[in-house]
T-cell receptor, first 114, second 111 residues
């Protein structure tokens, strides 16, 4: 089985711009979660989608949004970028028939905001 | 508030020696606990999880973790460290549909 893929792997944007990141889960997985990883804050949960519905959300401003398509692929959008949004954004998928299934992580998208 | 703590930013150990990476948690209800490892420029890889049952959980690459309810700890261990074990290790607890991660511990194994 192919693993979780994320595109692009690297991205450079300037303040005020917006960005869209993409995540393709493992085939058959219906849950996709997004995390932000920074040196100062560590790994923080952004949101989770299951069957095209946002099932859970972390404590991030409304500039961070996401969606999931019928094929379980997910996108994350950040509008009005700030310098502090520079981070590694990780996507994880799971079969999630229960909450206890392990999550499989993609390699991440490294976003740099100048 | 639910939280996971990894008190050591870095752990240094000589190859062949046993290693321990510490984790404590503060989660309501029965905790579901995980360890993940991250290599440079890679995503997180699952090592092991505790849901219920035996307090000693065995995982990938020879790692194991010991769940201690009274101390609210879930320390990661390996009897004999390898240089290739050098990476960033994250402890996590599952709570109401999301994983709460610790801040990570960098393990450095010296030859």
């Amino acid at each position: 089985k192919a693993g979780v893929t994320q595109t692009p792997r690297y991205l450079i944007k300037t303040r005020g711009q917006q960005v869209t990141l993409s995540c393709s889960p493992i085939s058959g997985h219906r849950s996709v979660s997004w995390y932000q990883q920074t040196p100062g804050q560590g790994l923080q949960f952004l949101f989770e989608y299951f069957s095209e519905t946002q099932r859970n959300k972390g404590n991030f401003p409304g500039r961070f949004s996401g969606r999931q398509f019928s094929n379980s692929r997910s996108e994350m959008n950040v509008s009005t970028l700030e310098l502090g949004d520079s981070a590694l954004y990780l996507c994880a998928s799971s079969s999630a028939t229960t909450d206890l299934n392990e999550q499989f992580f993609g390699p991440g998208t490294r976003l740099t905001v100048l | 508030a639910q939280s996971v703590a990894q008190p050591e930013d870095q752990v240094n150990v000589a190859e062949g020696n046993p290693l321990t990476v510490k984790c404590t948690y503060s989660v309501s209800g029965n905790p579901y606990l995980f360890w993940y490892v991250q290599y440079p420029n890679r995503g997180l890889q699952f090592l092991l999880k505790y849901i219920t049952g035996d307090n000693l959980v065995k995982g990938s690459y020879g790692f194991e973790a010991e769940f201690n309810k009274s101390q609210t700890s879930f320390h990661l261990k390996k009897p004999s460290a390898l240089v290739s074990d050098s990476a960033l290790y994250f402890c996590a607890a599952y709570n109401t549909d999301k994983l709460i991660f610790g801040t990570g511990t960098r393990l450095q194994v010296f030859p």
